[in-house]
Nanobody, 123 residues
Framework: VQLVELGGGSVQSGGSLRLSCAVS????????IAWFRQAPGKEREFLAT???????TYADSVKGRFTASQGDAEKTVFLDMNSLKPEDTAMYYC??????????????????WGQGTQVTVSS
């Protein structure tokens, strides 16, 4: 199973970015894809999940600013991030697993991970 995140970069405070996550080699039609982030010296933080039916869950810290959605390509999802703040600066990861774990915030619940993409928000 391979996950590839794209779309990170540098943006000023208040700006927006769209991250994508493409999953390949995951043989099941039903799935859950989660978004996490990790800033230097901090633990990996849960952000959102989306399953193959489009159901989403969000951490309180990003609810209303971040939106997870499905792409047209199978097992491709997006994370739209708006009103970005300097404290959103981190490495962003997507992770995949079966639908039953969707909404779980522990990173250890997710077996398959991408390599991450860096998001830097300047003030």
């Amino acid at each position: 199973v391979q996950l590839v995140e794209l779309g990170g970069g540098s943006v000023q405070s208040g700006g927006s970015l769209r991250l994508s996550c493409a999953v390949s080699g995951y043989m099941y039609r039903s799935f859950c894809i989660a978004w996490f982030r990790q800033a230097p010296g901090k633990e990996r933080e849960f952000l959102a999940t989306i399953d193959n039916s489009g159901r989403t869950t969000y951490a309180d810290s990003v609810k209303g600013r971040f939106t997870a959605s499905q792409g047209d390509a199978e097992k491709t999802v997006f994370l739209d991030m708006n009103s970005l703040k300097p404290e959103d600066t981190a490495m962003y990861y997507c992770a995949a697993g079966p639908p039953v774990i969707c909404g779980l915030w522990r990173s250890s619940e997710y077996k398959h991970w991408g390599q991450g993409t860096q998001v830097t928000v300047s003030s």
